[in-house]
């Protein structure tokens, strides 16, 4: 038995007692995909609203700490490994070259200038290329202009880009479209001052480990804007992220797996190590560990740190979804 194996085989016992339990209530919620993709969709964004009005300073801190590594290894899997553009060597090491450069401290022009191959390389001339590098030139403009203001605004943007992709990435009945308008909704609810009531209270808001009040997040995130205003945003960019993450770590796999039932975790360590190769995957499994460990001792400074190593896959995104657009989804 491999060391995998040994560690995950108890934990998938686990799992089957539990479900084993709950079978009455969640099998018809469970079994079909389609029906599981959308109650989980509708339940990450209830509960990440709930969160955020909760306990938002935790889920800011905690959330990249925990979840950043596993959800970036997600966003590489199903846009670059399993559509096979990782084979393509000219657009690897083009289009690559820029996003490495930005977790080593790039600014946003850089990290834009992936979307240039991604679009050019072994793709028909068309007027939808013509749009793509409109765009590319505009946003690009923008972050020569004022890169902070740029980084910033990109920052809070990204996270609604994990829906569009998720949205892209496989046929979608309508009734799923309950899951980005509810996420608008959250986003509105917020800014009409839903939860502003507890903004007297979150001002003063700290916690064990991270050295910063949620004021100091709103002083970070946001910037030179009016108090409320900044404060909302701050709410929102935290309901938001709480959405990316699972977006990444339950729609799109439960989405993009080849049979419709949940896998096992061991079953989910073969295909990780399928797609990834063991090299690499370990190395991930290091990662994650190693920042959460980091974490432990200094949390400000560990979410820091994965904020810089991430800063590349919001441009891989925008790359992605600009080669959809002109080339066509998943090549």
């Known amino acids: ?79 670059v490994v399993r559509p096979g553009l990782h084979l393509r060597h000219a657009l690897l090491v083009l289009a690559g070259g820029p996003l490495l450069a930005t977790s080593f401290g790039a600014g946003p022009v850089v990290g834009l200038a992936s979307v240039v191959p ?91 480990w991270t050295g910063a009040s949620f004021t100091e997040f709103v002083e970070t995130i946001t910037p030179a804007l009016e108090p409320t205003l900044a404060a909302r945003l701050v709410l929102s960019f935290c309901f938001l992220q709480s959405v990316h993450y699972a977006v990444w770590l339950r729609l799109v796999p439960d989405d993009e797996r080849p049979r419709p039932a949940p896998r096992t975790f061991r079953s989910t360590w073969a295909a990780l190590e399928h797609d990834f190769g063991r090299g690499p995957l370990l190395a991930f499994v290091a990662l994650a560990l190693g920042i959460a460990g980091w974490g432990l001792v200094n949390l400000p400074g560990a979410r820091l740190g994965y904020l810089h190593l991430a800063a590349f896959h919001g441009y891989l995104e925008l790359a992605v979804l600009a080669r959809w657009f002109v080339h066509g989804r998943r090549t």
């Open 1 to 79: 038995m491999s060391v995998s194996d040994a560690l995950l085989t108890p934990v998938d016992v686990l799992r089957a007692g539990v479900l084993r339990v709950l079978a009455p209530w969640l099998s018809p919620l469970y079994a079909d995909r389609r029906r599981r993709v959308w109650w989980l969709g509708v339940f990450s964004v209830v509960s990440a609203f709930v969160v955020t009005g909760l306990v938002p300073l935790w889920s800011l801190a905690l959330g990249p700490v925990l979840l950043g590594v596993p959800h970036l290894v997600s966003d590489v899997r199903y846009l």
């Open 118 to 208: 991604a679009v050019l390389v072994a793709t028909p001339r068309s007027w939808k290329l013509v749009l793509a590098l409109g765009g590319w030139a505009a946003l690009t403009a923008a972050a020569w202009l004022d890169p902070w203001a740029f980084q910033l605004g990109f920052l809070h943007a990204h996270n609604l880009v994990a829906v569009l992709v998720w949205w892209l990435l496989s046929p979608r009945a309508a009734s799923m479209a309950w899951i980005p308008a509810l996420t608008l909704v959250g986003v509105a609810a917020i800014f009409a001052g839903a939860l502003d009531p507890l903004l007297t209270v979150a001002g003063g808001w700290s916690a064990p």
